[in-house]
């Protein structure tokens, strides 16, 4: 009976020693913690330049690119702009991207003579396009790839027209032909100056932003640009007339940097491949809109709007055809297919019903 009684006794020690030892097992342990999540992925923040303020519709075209980018990638992607030239001016704004000072830049590619011997097409004295017709032909034609050479230093990621050229004049308004004779004129780039040249004009080269000055000033006689140009830098106040010469443009490379673009993630490439046709004919869109603008502002400040005779128009394309032959036998000494260039440009504006834009005798 005794040792009946010592071995409950001994079992339930060795119980509660068991318990205790379970507890205190337990009460050592590590809480138990939800994980702490990853810190999240900071987005990509890419620097866009360019020389033209923050309200011009080149600036709205890219803002609304970025917009529809970051969209589209949740987020992932950002961009911050630098306006007005603060990361150099027009000339150098190829440059900045392809050595990545800037990750996107927007190049004025008559601002670089030289450089991009056949997407200079656009500067030539092509006659009457509109910017839809113009933005959609340049467009196909990049796609084509016959700027591929041109652009081999950066990432393009589309093309854009503003256009066509005018002349606007100060005080001394141009009513014919004979009138732009000796008429001290600002154009932009070799080409452009070559235009008005030709039209019996003396050029003179300046930086845009201080077109205004030597117009008030009358330091120049008037300014080979486009309607949008009024809007960009508010110069109806010193804009007395326009004669509509529907010559000539100016063409724009949106592009990145190579590295730029060599570093971001394959979808988000994929991404901005497929917005770039839109934005090149949205760029068309925008640039019509503008030109609207740019107009009101000289007619409701009371510039006169003028428009040469048929007879002095063909007096105008005369004046330019020499531009086209030399033009067309430097791409042939240097092995370039301008003339095969020209002849598709010209079959592409024919389906969108513009006829007469190139001199089909020069092209063949």
Avoid at 34 to 59: D, H, K, M, Q, Y
Wanted: charged share 20%; hydrophobic share 45%.
């Amino acid at each position: 009976m005794e040792r009946k009684k010592l071995l409950t006794m001994f079992g339930s020690i060795l119980l509660a020693i068991v318990l205790a030892a379970i507890a205190l097992v337990g009460g050592c342990a590590a809480p138990t913690s939800t994980p702490t999540p990853p810190p999240a992925t900071e987005p990509i923040r890419l620097v866009f330049a360019t020389w033209e303020g923050p309200e011009s519709n080149t600036s709205l075209l890219f803002k609304g690119w970025a917009e529809e980018l970051a969209e589209k990638t949740d987020g992932r992607v950002t961009i911050e702009f630098a306006f007005g030239s603060v990361m150099g001016p027009a000339p150098e704004h190829y440059d900045l991207a392809a050595s990545g000072v800037a990750d996107i830049t927007m190049v004025g590619l008559s601002y670089t003579p030289g450089v991009f011997l056949m997407a200079e097409i656009w500067q030539m004295p092509i006659a009457g396009v509109p910017n839809g017709p113009g933005n959609a032909a340049f467009y196909e034609l990049f796609q084509k790839g016959y700027f591929d050479n041109d652009f081999r230093a950066v990432k393009p990621l589309f093309v854009a027209v503003d256009g066509p050229g005018h002349y606007f004049m100060g005080e001394k308004p141009v009513l014919t032909f004979a009138d732009m004779k000796d008429k001290k004129i600002r154009a932009s780039g070799k080409i452009h100056t070559e235009v008005v040249q030709s039209l019996g004009s003396v050029p003179v080269g300046m930086a845009a932003p201080e077109i205004f000055s030597a117009l008030e000033k009358r330091t120049i006689d008037g300014a080979f640009t486009q309607y949008g140009f009024v809007n960009a830098f508010r110069t109806e106040s010193v804009m007395d007339s326009v004669t509509e010469l529907s010559l000539s443009g100016m063409s724009f490379l949106y592009c990145m940097n190579k590295d730029t673009w060599n570093n971001l993630p394959p979808d988000i490439r994929a991404i901005i491949d497929d917005m770039s046709p839109e934005y090149s004919k949205l760029s068309g869109v925008l640039a019509d809109e503008w030109k609207e603008k740019g107009k009101k502002l000289l007619t409701d400040e009371g510039a006169k709007i003028n428009n040469l005779s048929p007879e002095e128009m063909n007096k105008v394309l005369s004046a330019v055809e020499p531009l086209w032959e030399a033009w067309l036998a430097e791409g042939d000494a240097k092995g370039l297919e301008r003339r095969e260039m020209c002849q598709e440009l010209n079959v592409i504006l024919k389906g969108m019903g513009v006829v007469g834009a190139l001199p089909e005798d020069i092209i063949g």
